[in-house]
T-cell receptor, first 114, second 115 residues
Framework: AQSVAQPEDQVNVAEGNPLTVKCTYSVSGNPYLFWYVQYPNRGLQFLLKYITGDNLVKGSYGFEAEFNKSQTSFHLKKPSALVSDSALYFCALYGTGNTGKLIFGQGTTLQVKP | DAGVTQSPTHLIKTRGQHVTLRCSPISGHKSVSWYQQVLGQGPQFIFQYYEKEERGRGNFPDRFSARQFPNYSSELNVNALLLGDSALYLC??????????????FGPGTRLTVL
């Protein structure tokens, strides 16, 4: 079965410190992985994706993600957090079958304190 | 460039009624997907349409239906509304139906409240 897990409901970090938002996945075959961010009362904004190639993927707003096949993880990272990064973050995986179905994790709320 | 647009922004209905939600994809995008996001959860896939044909359907009852028009815009219809249908309904567009290379771009959503 295909699934995405975000083990932390909330991550708290001080402004200027590095942040990590964790994601693990389960899929047969090659994973196509994504991170999205959602601000209150807004839709989802695309941050970055992993399709193939380098295990470190760089995305929007200074975010990056590290793909680890042996640990089936795709953690989102940023070297220096901003208060404006506070939002809800979703990890997602494309399901198989070419249906365009994105499978989302439950989401992790990132709180960056000044 | 305009992003994905959805209408209406908010909607209040009563149980048993019918609702139609609308979505216009990014110009040049031929694929539209619909998701339901219940408060506190990640979005759940409802449908994908590409070139006016249904390409995928999630685990939703037959009360949910959709279609895509020649201009690639789309409608999501929900009949016999239940309280549990209250959610944020998100539309996403992508260039084509190949998920390997095309991220989906989401609209702001329609907030449906069923009383």
């Amino acid at each position: 079965a295909q699934s995405v897990a975000q083990p932390e409901d909330q991550v708290n970090v001080a402004e200027g410190n590095p942040l990590t938002v964790k994601c693990t996945y389960s899929v047969s075959g090659n994973p196509y992985l994504f991170w999205y961010v959602q601000y209150p009362n807004r839709g989802l904004q695309f941050l970055l994706k992993y399709i193939t190639g380098d295990n470190l993927v760089k995305g929007s707003y200074g975010f990056e993600a590290e793909f680890n096949k042996s640990q089936t993880s795709f953690h989102l990272k940023k070297p220096s957090a901003l208060v404006s990064d506070s939002a809800l973050y979703f990890c997602a995986l494309y399901g198989t079958g070419n249906t365009g179905k994105l499978i989302f994790g439950q989401g992790t709320t990132l709180q960056v304190k000044p | 460039d305009a992003g994905v647009t959805q209408s209406p922004t908010h909607l209040i209905k009563t149980r048993g009624q019918h609702v139609t939600l609308r979505c216009s994809p990014i110009s040049g995008h031929k694929s539209v997907s619909w998701y339901q996001q219940v408060l506190g959860q990640g979005p759940q896939f409802i449908f994908q349409y590409y070139e006016k044909e249904e390409r995928g359907r999630g685990n939703f009852p037959d009360r949910f239906s959709a279609r895509q028009f020649p201009n690639y815009s789309s409608e999501l219809n929900v009949n016999a509304l239940l309280l549990g249908d209250s959610a944020l309904y998100l539309c996403a567009s992508s260039l084509n139906s190949n998920p390997s290379y095309n991220e989906q771009f989401f609209g702001p959503g329609t907030r449906l409240t069923v009383l």
